[in-house]
């Protein structure tokens, strides 16, 4: 009977062919240069996951319901690092991405629904991005429409001239500025009476804060996550032997990007959480003002900008290459950076038109902070299908890289725990 599941061969354990080291990763090389040789994917992708969106998210949480979700902050570290660890295996150990891995091992259709996830997930969050880069264009009276053309122009240049190297080097750069919220979040000198207090007082007959909830986790994991990282891995050519560095960057990753959502939550937590309460924010502005009045008006608000705009420009950069090259995976197409773009026309336009799309899409004036909440929780609405992928996927590698054993049973439980509160606490919301 075919159930459309590729079945493994001679030599193929798990529907993947058993992977083989490569000569282009000397094993004798020390490990501080080997770490700092394959560090890269992990932390893009986690400073790309504290993104305007998910900023804006934790800015809202804070002034709505002051430290009651930053256990939750932390919470989903571990989570983060076992996603993220497991798209990295996928990629190193299988050289493909994880459209591609669909498809091979549970059929096109299978493949063209994870695709079509990923892609409206995709959206939905350069949406979130744009409009953090137009509400900072907005703090300095700069017009919205010449800001999303410079945007896109210069991301544009970089991906059309620049190769992979390059751009994670500019992404990391530029979402660098995202550590200032550390320092904005210590300034903000919270009460540790009040986050105890907080820490332990679960709203649970609030819709509200089930909205919230959800957006968190959303904002956390996400589906273009897991296909990028998978893809850069293979796009950097890492091999077997570099699987402990790129786990260790993975993990500096989980821990960096959750503690600058948690810097964010705790400074509006102590300012506008703290003043009012149950306050709704309306506008990045008010958000900017929130975070940086102990700062100065002027400094606070440079301050606030470099840290918005810094984590917007990196996740626009890892939303559209990984959406742009899982395109072109399922059309069958190149997309390489190392390419030019009349050698891969496919993965670039596809690039470009997301950029472009949601570019005229944020000049429309939409309500900023309320859609970026959304798509957080659009996010965790898809994130059963995208994390059942994962796992079946690292459940059909060869050994010793599969999933399997006392690690497996408890992957699978975090994970589909994972799934069923991000349901619950979804669906609770948005029916309250």
């Given at each position: 009977?075919?159930?459309?599941?590729?079945?493994?061969?001679?030599?193929?354990?798990?529907?993947?062919?058993?992977?083989?080291?490569?000569?282009?990763?000397?094993?004798?090389?020390?490990?501080?240069?080997?770490?700092?040789?394959?560090?890269?994917?992990?932390?893009?992708?986690?400073?790309?996951?504290?993104?305007?969106?998910?900023?804006?998210?934790?800015?809202?949480?804070?002034?709505?319901?002051?430290?009651?979700?930053?256990?939750?902050?932390?919470?989903?570290?571990?989570?983060?690092?076992?996603?993220?660890?497991?798209?990295?295996?996928?990629?190193?150990?299988?050289?493909?991405?994880?459209?591609?891995?669909?498809?091979?091992?549970?059929?096109?259709?299978?493949?063209?629904?994870?695709?079509?996830?990923?892609?409206?997930?995709?959206?939905?969050?350069?949406?979130?991005?744009?409009?953090?880069?137009?509400?900072?264009?907005?703090?300095?009276?700069?017009?919205?429409?010449?800001?999303?053309?410079?945007?896109?122009?210069?991301?544009?240049?970089?991906?059309?001239?620049?190769?992979y190297l390059t751009v994670e080097r500019i992404a990391i750069a530029i979402g660098a500025f995202e550590l200032v919220f550390?320092?904005?979040?210590?300034?903000?000198?919270?009460?540790?009476?009040?986050?105890?207090?907080?820490?332990?007082?679960?709203?649970?007959?609030?819709p509200r804060y089930f909205y919230l909830f959800a957006a968190n986790i959303g904002a956390a994991v996400m589906p273009w996550?897991?296909?990028?990282?998978?893809?850069?891995?293979?796009?950097?050519?890492?091999?077997?032997?570099?699987?402990?560095?790129?786990?260790?960057?993975?993990?500096?990753?989980?821990?960096?990007?959750?503690?600058?959502t948690a810097a964010v939550l705790v400074g509006t937590a102590a300012t506008i959480g703290a003043e009012r309460g149950g306050?709704?924010?309306?506008?990045?502005?008010?958000?900017?003002?929130?975070?940086?009045?102990?700062?100065?008006?002027?400094?606070?608000?440079?301050?606030?900008?470099?840290?918005?705009?810094?984590?917007?420009?990196?996740?626009?950069?890892?939303?559209?290459?990984?959406?742009?090259?899982?395109?072109?995976?399922?059309?069958?197409?190149?997309?390489?950076?190392?390419?030019?773009?009349?050698?891969?026309?496919?993965?670039?336009?596809?690039?470009?038109?997301?950029?472009?799309?949601?570019?005229?899409?944020?000049?429309?004036?939409?309500?900023?902070?309320?859609?970026?909440?959304?798509?957080?929780?659009?996010?965790?609405?898809?994130?059963?299908?995208?994390?059942?992928?994962?796992?079946?996927?690292?459940?059909?590698?060869?050994?010793?890289?599969?999933?399997?054993?006392?690690?497996?049973?408890?992957?699978?439980?975090?994970?589909?725990?994972?799934?069923?509160?991000?349901?619950?606490?979804?669906?609770?919301?948005?029916?309250?």
């Amino acid at each position: 009977m075919d159930d459309g599941v590729t079945r493994p061969t001679a030599g193929d354990e798990g529907g993947m062919a058993e992977p083989r080291p490569s000569p282009q990763s000397p094993k004798n090389r020390p490990r501080l240069r080997r770490f700092l040789a394959v560090a890269g994917p992990g932390i893009v992708v986690m400073l790309a996951d504290s993104d305007a969106g998910g900023m804006i998210t934790a800015a809202q949480s804070g002034a709505e319901w002051g430290y009651r979700l930053l256990p939750l902050q932390f919470l989903l570290v571990p989570l983060l690092y076992v996603v993220q660890e497991l798209s990295v295996r996928l990629g190193v150990v299988s050289r493909k991405g994880q459209a591609r891995l669909i498809r091979e091992n549970f059929g096109t259709g299978w493949a063209v629904a994870a695709t079509t996830a990923l892609l409206v997930a995709s959206l939905g969050a350069l949406l979130t991005e744009f409009s953090g880069l137009a509400g900072v264009s907005a703090l300095f009276h700069v017009p919205v429409p010449l800001t999303m053309t410079l945007i896109v122009a210069a991301l544009s240049v970089m991906a059309y001239f620049g190769s992979y190297l390059t751009v994670e080097r500019i992404a990391i750069a530029i979402g660098a500025f995202e550590l200032v919220f550390l320092w904005v979040a210590l300034e903000a000198k919270p009460d540790l009476t009040a986050i105890m207090r907080d820490a332990i007082d679960v709203p649970a007959s609030e819709p509200r804060y089930f909205y919230l909830f959800a957006a968190n986790i959303g904002a956390a994991v996400m589906p273009w996550m897991i296909f990028y990282q998978q893809s850069a891995a293979v796009e950097k050519k890492l091999d077997l032997d570099d699987l402990p560095a790129a786990r260790l960057d993975t993990a500096l990753g989980a821990i960096l990007t959750q503690l600058v959502t948690a810097a964010v939550l705790v400074g509006t937590a102590a300012t506008i959480g703290a003043e009012r309460g149950g306050a709704s924010l309306t506008s990045v502005g008010e958000i900017a003002g929130a975070l940086t009045p102990f700062l100065g008006t002027a400094a606070g608000t440079i301050i606030f900008a470099l840290g918005i705009t810094g984590s917007a420009i990196v996740a626009t950069i890892v939303v559209t290459l990984a959406a742009a090259r899982t395109i072109a995976d399922m059309l069958g197409f190149d997309h390489l950076l190392e390419r030019k773009p009349r050698e891969a026309p496919w993965f670039y336009a596809s690039y470009t038109a997301m950029l472009i799309a949601a570019a005229v899409f944020v000049t429309s004036g939409i309500d900023l902070v309320n859609l970026s909440v959304a798509v957080q929780v659009m996010n965790a609405l898809f994130l059963p299908l995208v994390l059942g992928f994962l796992f079946l996927l690292a459940r059909r590698l060869p050994r010793p890289y599969r999933l399997e054993g006392i690690y497996a049973c408890t992957v699978a439980m975090l994970l589909a725990c994972t799934g069923l509160v991000a349901l619950f606490t979804a669906i609770a919301g948005i029916g309250g």
